[in-house]
Each structure stands twice: as structure tokens, then as C-alpha cells.
């Protein structure tokens, strides 16, 4: 089956610091891969997304790129900022129109101290 | 981008009552839409898959009889949570696909006493 496996939080950081959070995943054939966030209290939001082997998805200085000899779809920022602490989320899914569920990893909280 | 709200926001209820929570798809026609449920500090669990038109498709282990899926129009899906009991509260998350993406909704928060 699919899944996806994220490293385990809490993750603290300072801010200004690098940023890895690590996702690999197991699928039958050829995904789509996202990274969802979520703030607290709220429901959540496409971060970024890739789906094929050597596209990197990016969007407000987050950037992940889909390495398909790896299975990994980490996420990287150089430096983050308090407003940045949030849950993130890996996910996959096999076809990339809307109307497949999506597979989650675990979440990762990450809190930024000042 | 493709905006999807959920109503209530937070529901507080008795247990044994049955409480209804909506979710829209405002900006677009949504054929299936998805509904989560997430414990805290966890993962989202995908409950049910809802098209419209026809009936949902239940994950292993969700209770179809408790929770009841209707997806009455290409905007509208509504979750029933029927004989809540305290180890139904959670937070609810549904998601509607469009766009080649899903959209999620920001959640209820249910609270069964």
C-alpha cells in the first residue's frame, strides 16, 4: 500500500535558522507529492506540490524536490521566521485530479522562538 | 484560489444527540469531497470519500451508520455524527476536489459532554 512516513516533531528552532523537515514514501506507481500546513486552529493549506521526478515545488521560500531514487520529498527553508511555526504535513497521492484521497504522514510541529 | 467552508466552526453537544456539520465548496463545483478527522497532535484519518450523486465510500473501521455522508449537490456535503458520545469529539475536516487539488475547509471542532 501507500504511505508516507515524516520525521517525528516536535522540531524548535531559532529564528533565521535552516530548516529540514524529512519525508520519504512508499507508493505502487507514480504519485504526486504535497506538503500541507497548518496553523493552529484552522484547517490545511497546499504549501507546495511536485508530481514527477526532479520537479521542486517552492512557494513562500519553502522548497521541496520530488527524488524519485530516494522516495523523498523534504522540505527545506534557509530561514525561517516566527510566523513560519505551524504543523506540516507530507501527503502523496496516485493521481494528481482532485479527486483522489491523499495519503498523510504523521505531521511535524515546528515552533520558531524569536 | 478555491475556497471551502465548514459550518459550524465549533459545536458543543450532549452526548446522545446527533449534531450536522456542512461543507462548501463556494467557488467551485465540487464532485467528490473528502471527510478527516484529526485527534490531537496527530494525523488527519481519512473517514469517507463523498460524491455526489451517490453514496460514500467508507474507510475500514468507520462506522457508516454513525456517521452519516450526504453529498446532495456539486457545492454541498454534510457529515451527521449520529448518537454522539464523548469519544466522538474531534476535529473535522472535510476537503473538496478541483483544480487537479484539493481544498480544505478550516475545520469543526466537536465537543460532545
Known amino acids: 500500500g501507500n504511505s508516507v512516513t515524516q520525521m517525528e516533531g516536535p522540531v524548535t528552532l531559532s529564528e533565521e535558522a535552516f530548516l529540514t523537515i524529512n519525508c520519504t514514501y512508499t507508493?505502487?506507481?507514480?504519485?504526486?507529492l504535497f506538503w500541507y500546513v497548518q496553523y493552529p486552529g484552522e484547517g490545511l493549506q497546499l504549501l507546495l506540490k511536485?508530481?514527477?521526478?526532479?520537479d521542486k515545488g517552492s512557494n513562500k521560500g519553502f522548497e521541496a524536490t520530488y527524488r524519485k531514487e530516494t522516495t523523498s520529498f523534504h522540505l527545506e527553508k534557509g530561514s525561517v521566521q516566527v510566523s513560519d511555526s505551524a504543523v506540516y504535513f507530507c501527503?502523496?497521492?496516485?493521481?494528481?485530479?482532485?479527486?483522489?484521497?491523499?495519503?498523510f504522514g504523521t505531521g511535524t510541529r515546528l515552533t520558531i522562538i524569536p | 484560489g478555491a475556497v471551502v467552508s465548514q459550518h459550524p466552526s465549533w459545536v458543543i453537544c450532549k452526548s446522545g444527540t446527533s449534531v450536522k456539520i456542512e461543507c462548501r465548496s463556494l467557488?467551485?463545483?465540487?464532485?467528490?469531497m473528502f471527510w478527516y478527522r484529526q485527534f490531537p497532535k496527530q494525523s488527519l484519518m481519512l473517514m469517507a470519500t463523498?460524491?455526489?450523486?451517490?453514496?460514500?465510500?467508507?474507510e475500514q473501521g468507520v462506522e457508516k451508520d454513525k456517521f452519516l455522508i450526504n453529498h446532495a449537490s456539486l457545492t454541498l456535503s454534510t457529515l451527521t455524527v449520529t448518537s454522539a458520545h464523548p469519544e466522538d469529539s474531534s476535529f473535522y475536516i472535510c476537503?473538496?476536489?478541483?483544480?487537479?487539488?484539493?481544498?480544505f475547509g478550516p475545520g469543526t471542532r466537536l465537543t460532545v459532554l
Open positions: 467557488d467551485f463545483q465540487a464532485t467528490t
Open positions: 463523498s460524491n455526489e450523486g451517490s453514496k460514500a465510500t467508507y
Open positions: 476537503s473538496a476536489g478541483g483544480h487537479n487539488e484539493q481544498f
Open positions: 501527503a502523496l497521492t496516485l493521481l494528481n485530479f482532485g479527486n483522489e484521497k491523499l495519503t
Open positions: 511536485a508530481t514527477k521526478a526532479d
Open positions: 507508493a505502487t506507481g507514480y504519485p504526486s
